[in-house]
């Protein structure tokens, strides 16, 4: 098995071994819900390790690389306010000058 990524949380892991299950590459998660019990922080405050099998190892590297570039995308992608005209990064869905919903 190959460390392949760290999710910051578990609903990432999940998101991302969902859709490496897609393209029929099986994925191992550590980390975060291996240690759920009462009291602790939640899981989704906890990084999570993800591996995959040596073999699908180059393919999920494809995959992670392409994924990694969208969500940089997405926190480089500003948006205007149609309210007060402020950009605001993409990541907030509320105009940080007047709290302006983006639509
Ligand atoms: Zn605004």
């Known amino acids: 098995m190959k ?3 760290l999710a910051e949380s578990n609903i990432e892991a999940q998101i991302i071994k ?4 897609q393209q029929n ?10 240690h759920i019990a009462i ?3 939640p899981t ?4 999570v390790k993800m591996y995959v099998d040596n073999n699908d190892y180059e393919d999920a590297l ?8 969208k969500i940089e995308e997405q926190l480089n992608t500003k948006w205007s306010c149609s309210e007060c005209n402020e950009t605001s990064p993409y990541s907030i869905s ?10």
């Open 25 to 34: 590459i099986k994925s191992y998660i550590s980390g975060g819900n291996l």
């Open 94 to 103: 509320t105009c940080w000058n007047c709290g302006f919903e983006r639509l």
């Open 62 to 69: 494809v995959f992670i690389k392409d994924y990694k570039k």
């Open 18 to 21: 969902h859709k490496l299950q």
């Open 44 to 47: 989704s405050e906890l990084y």
């Open 39 to 41: 009291g602790e922080l």
């Open 3 to 5: 460390f392949l990524y």
